[in-house]
C-alpha cells in the first residue's frame, strides 16, 4: 500500500461512521444502470473467469480459521470485524454494482486464516489489510511483517499457536516502511527483549527515516486522501466498499514500532537468523523507499515483499505519497530471478496467497517485471513522440499476455494512473503547452465555464443527456464546473454523484472504486466532522530525530503570519547533550544542529522525553515550564510568540466541493 500510517489512522476514525453518515443521508446510492451493467458484463467475456488456479492457490495449505470474534479497544472501539465482508461469498456472481474482476478478487482476499506455505513456513491471511508471516526456525520463530495494529497481531500469533508448538518469537523481519508491515509489532514481542538482545528485528537501510518521514510531513493531507482511497466512509456491502485489492480493509487499532537492531544496506548480504540461511535483495524506490526481497535458503523460498503480488501495484499512490520508479522496480524483480530463479519453489509475498512451483513463479514474476518495464518504457516512447500526459495514459494497454493474466489486473494500482506517475516521474506536471502553464484556480475557472456554457440549469441540462447515454466520465468532468462555481447547488452535486457512482460500480481498481464512491457519499451528505486522528503514532513520534521534529515543526509554520518577525531560541536537551538553534525570519524556521546563538531571545532546557509528551500532547509547554520540566532562560513571551505562529491543521477539508 503500498502503504503509510495514514492507512491505520483513518480507519480508525470512521468505526460506525458510515451509520452515523447514513442517518442524514440526501440521497442515497443508486443501482447499476444499464450502461454500468453492460460495461461489467463485456469485462466477463474479455477476461479468463473459467480459470480457477488462483482459488486453488489460495486455498492450498489452509489449516485454521480465522476466529470470528471482533476485536475491540478498551472504550469497546472496534479494531477489526472478521465477519464485515461475509456478504462477498466465493463462487457467487458479482452484483450489478461492482466490477466482476474486482469482485473476484475481493473473493480471493476473503479466503482466510492460518495457512501453510511450505515445511515450516505459516501465513496467517486477512487478519489485517497484510499477512503475517511465521517461519520455524532453530530455536524459536521469526515473525516477518507483524500487521498494522498490535491487538490484530497478538490474535495472529495465537491462532498460530493454537495449532503449532508454542516457541518463543525470536526475530522479527520489516520487510519495507509502510505500517502495514511493522505497526503490529508490540503484537508479538516485549520490546524489553528487544533491548536484551533477546530478540532481534531486522529492516532495509533507511527503514526507520522512511516509516517515520512519510507519516509528518504531509500527514494531514495524506490521512484525509486515505479515507477516500480505503473507503472507511463506506459501509462494506455491494454498493459500498468491497476491499481494496490489496486486502481487504485496515485494522484499527494500536500503532507500534521497535526499531530495528539489525540493518540490511545492499544486496547480496546474507544473515543466519534462527538457524536458516537468508539472502537478501535491497530494492530502495521501489513499492517504499526502504525495501527488500529476501530467499531462505534451506527453505527454496522466496519472498517478494510487495513488489510482487497479485496485482499491478500502484507507482504512485491516490492518497498521495512520492512516485515510485517502474524501471527499477522492474530490475529488481529481474534481479530476483537471477539470483533465485533456478532454484526457488515458492514464492510468497506480505499480500495475496503463494505461487508454488519453479516454473509457475518465474511465470509470474517475469509478467510483473516486464508490467513495470513497458509502463516505463511505453510512456517515455509517447513522450518523446510529443503525446501529452492524458494522451499516453489513454493510449497504452498492456500486451496481451501481460493484460490477461489476473495477477497484472489493476486491483490495487491501475496503467492509467500508473502511466501519468512515470510521465511526472521523468517531466513533471507540465505538459509543454503554454496554455496549462497557469491555469486558473478551480473554482475562477469553473465560474466562467459555467458562464461560457450558458448557466447552471443549461449545463446540468446538457450533462443529464450524457449521463442518459452512459458517458459518465464526461459528466463527471463537466458538472465538476457546476459544483465548483455554484457549491450550494444540491442538484449539481446530485448528478456529480450518480456520475461517480457509476464509475465507482464499473471501477476494477478498489482504490478508485472507494474515491468514486467516497466522492458520491459526500456530495451528497456533506463532509461528516469525525474525531480527528493524530498523524503521528506515539512510537512514531520517539523514533523522529530531532531534525525531523524541528522540519516537521517549520512546515507548520504560518509564513505570512510570522513573516517580518525575528525570534531566536536555543534548545538544549540535558538527558543527550544535544544543542540545536532555532531563528524564525522571513518567514521561515531554520535549526542548525550543534549551536547556540549568542543574541538568543531565550534558551529552553528540556529533556528529549519532556519534548516527546509536548508533541503528544500528554503535557502542554506552559504546564511543562510551570513544572520545572523545561527551564527557560530569557523572554518566556518570545516562546509563546513563536508556537502561536505554529498551525494546527483542520483534517477535514473538502475535496470534491470548493
Given amino acids: 500500500m503500498h502503504y503509510a500510517l495514514c492507512l491505520k489512522l483513518v480507519a480508525g476514525l470512521v468505526i460506525g461512521a458510515s451509520l452515523a453518515i447514513s442517518a442524514v443521508a440526501a440521497d442515497k446510492p443508486k443501482p447499476a444502470t444499464t450502461a454500468t451493467k453492460a460495461a461489467n458484463s463485456a469485462l466477463l467475456k474479455d477476461l479468463p473467469f473459467s480459470d480457477k488456479t488462483s482459488f486453488e492457490q489460495a486455498h492450498k495449505g489452509f489449516i485454521a480459521p480465522l476466529p470470528q470474534a471482533a476485536i475491540k479497544g478498551k472504550q469497546g472501539n472496534m479494531i477489526w470485524d472478521p465477519k464485515q465482508y461475509s456478504f462477498i461469498k466465493e463462487g457467487e456472481p458479482a452484483p450489478d454494482t461492482v466490477n466482476p474482476s474486482l469482485w473476484r478478487q475481493s473473493q480471493l482476499i476473503n479466503i482466510s486464516g492460518l495457512f501453510e506455505v511450505a515445511d515450516g513456513i505459516y501465513q496467517v491471511r486477512n487478519q489485517d489489510l497484510s499477512n503475517m508471516t511465521i517461519v520455524e526456525g532453530k530455536s524459536g520463530l521469526t515473525i516477518m511483517d507483524p500487521l498494522i495494529s498490535a491487538e490484530t497481531a497478538k490474535v495472529a500469533l495465537d491462532l498460530y499457536y ?9 526475530a522479527v523481519i520489516y520487510t519495507h516502511s509502510h505500517v502495514d508491515h511493522y505497526g503490529g509489532v508490540r503484537g508479538v514481542v516485549d520490546e524489553a527483549d528487544v533491548k536484551s538482545g533477546k530478540v ?37 456491502d ?93 530490475k529488481y524483480l529481474n534481479q530476483a530471478m537471477d539470483m533465485w530463479g533456478d532454484e526457488a519453489e515458492v514464492m510468497f509475498a506480505m499480500h495475496h496467497w503463494p505461487v508454488w512451483g519453479n516454473r509457475e513463479l518465474n511465470k509470474h514474476i517475469g509478467l510483473q517485471r516486464d508490467m513495470y518495464r513497458y509502463i516505463n518504457d511505453e510512456t517515455l516512447r509517447l513522450a518523446n513522440q510529443g503525446y501529452t500526459m492524458v494522451e499516453i495514459a489513454e493510449k497504452i494497454e498492456l500486451p496481451e499476455a501481460v493484460a490477461k493474466h489476473f495477477s497484472n489486473r489493476g486491483y490495487y494500482g491501475s496503467v492509467n494512473h500508473d502511466v501519468k506517475a512515470t510521465y511526472v516521474l521523468y517531466l513533471g506536471w507540465f505538459i509543454g503547452n503554454p496554455a496549462t502553464l497557469h491555469v486558473l484556480t478551480p473554482v475562477d475557472a469553473s465560474k466562467r465555464y459555467v458562464e461560457m456554457m450558458g448557466g447552471v440549469d443549461a449545463l446540468l441540462k446538457k450533462a443529464k443527456a450524457y449521463y442518459d447515454k452512459g458517458e459518465y466520465r464526461w459528466v463527471a468532468q463537466v458538472v465538476n464546473h457546476a459544483v465548483f462555481a455554484d ?22 481498481s478498489g482504490p478508485w472504486r472507494n474515491f468514486y464512491l467516497t466522492g458520491a457519499k459526500e456530495l451528497r451528505n456533506g463532509v461528516a466532522k469525525l474525531p480527528t486522528p493524530n498523524t503521528a503514532s506515539p512510537d512514531t513520534v520517539r523514533a523522529m530525530d530531532l531534525d525531523l521534529f524541528f522540519d516537521f515543526l517549520a512546515m507548520r509554520l504560518n509564513g505570512p503570519k510570522a513573516a517580518g518577525k525575528r525570534i531566536v531560541i536555543n ?55 510551570s513544572g520545572g520540566k523545561v527551564k527557560v532562560a530569557g523572554s518566556e513571551a518570545k516562546v509563546s510568540e513563536l508556537m502561536s505562529y505554529v498551525q494546527d491543521f483542520d483534517f477535514w477539508f473538502n475535496i470534491v466541493t470548493p
Fill in 162 to 170: 493454537q495449532h503449532r508448538p508454542k516457541k518463543p518469537v525470536v
Fill in 200 to 236: 532481534k528485528i531486522y529492516a532495509p537501510v533507511g527503514f526507520l527515516e522512511a516509516a517515520v518521514a512519510e507519516n509528518v510531513m504531509a500527514g494531514n493531507a495524506m490521512s484525509r486522501r486515505a479515507s477516500y482511497m480505503y473507503g472507511n466512509l463506506l459501509p462494506p
Fill in 238 to 330: 455491494p454498493k459500498g466498499q468491497v476491499g481494496t485489492g490489496l486486502g481487504s480493509t485496515t485494522s484499527a487499532g494500536t500503532v507500534t514500532l521497535i526499531p530495528p537492531t539489525d540493518i540490511i544496506k545492499e544486496t547480496g548480504e546474507t544473515r543466519v537468523i534462527d538457524g536458516l540461511n537468508y539472502e537478501f535483495l535491497y530494492a530502495p524506490g521501489s513499492e517504499a523507499p526502504s525495501e527488500m526481497l529476501f530467499y531462505i535458503r534451506e527453505k527454496k523460498a522466496l519472498n517478494t515483499a510487495e513488489d510482487s503480488t497479485h496485482t499491478l501495484h500502484n507507482t504512485y499512490s491516490l492518497r498521495g505519497a512520492k512516485i515510485r520508479d517502474p524501471l527499477a522496480w522492474s
Fill in 487 to 508: 457549491p450550494g447547488n444540491q442538484a449539481a452535486k446530485n448528478l456529480q454523484a450518480d456520475a461517480l457512482e457509476q464509475l465507482g460500480y464499473q471501477a476494477e
Fill in 571 to 625: 534548545m538544549d536537551f540535558t538527558d543527550s547533550g544535544e544543542k540545536y538553534k532555532l531563528e524564525m525570519v522571513n518567514g521561515v524556521l531554520n535549526h542548525t544542529p550543534k549551536r547556540q546563538a549568542k543574541d538568543a531571545d531565550a534558551t529552553l532546557q528540556l529533556t528529549r522525553e519532556t519534548l516527546n509528551n509536548i508533541v503528544l500532547k500528554q503535557v502542554s509547554l506552559k504546564d511543562a515550564i
